[in-house]
């Protein structure tokens, strides 16, 4: 059984940083390339980052570039988003998940498994 679980979410002042992680069970970690994605109450779900399987390609949504930095520990079966800078709109529910495509994508229809999230709340 396929398991994402999220986990380092809070309540942060703008301005302030939290670390996400995400550890994967039941699954080959290293042959699935990792995403985030956030969903703000009323919105749909989207696209915040992703690694590829060997976490060498990095790729951001231009509203988090430059603050937001994902990186994986394959020996640990784990993926992470250090989020600095917070800002209010980064509010939401943050999951990750995993997908088949090596290079990953930004279409959330393209990942397989997905944790239940981590809520991020960020005051001005």
Wanted: glycine share 12%; net charge positive.
């Amino acid at each position: 059984q396929v398991q994402l679980v999220e986990s380092g979410g809070g309540l942060v002042q703008a301005g302030g940083s939290l670390r996400l992680s995400c550890a994967a069970s039941g699954l080959t970690f290293g042959s699935y390339a990792m995403g985030w994605f956030r969903q703000a109450p009323g919105k749909e779900r989207e696209w915040v980052t992703h690694i590829n399987w060997a976490g060498d390609s990095l790729y951001y949504a231009e509203s988090v570039k430059g603050r937001f930095t994902i990186s994986r520990d394959n020996a640990k079966n784990t993926v992470y988003l250090r989020m600095n800078s917070l800002k209010p709109e980064d509010t939401g529910v943050y999951y990750c998940a995993a997908s088949l495509y090596v290079l990953g994508s930004r279409d959330t229809n393209d990942y397989k498994y997905w944790g239940q999230g981590t809520q991020v709340t960020v005051s001005s």
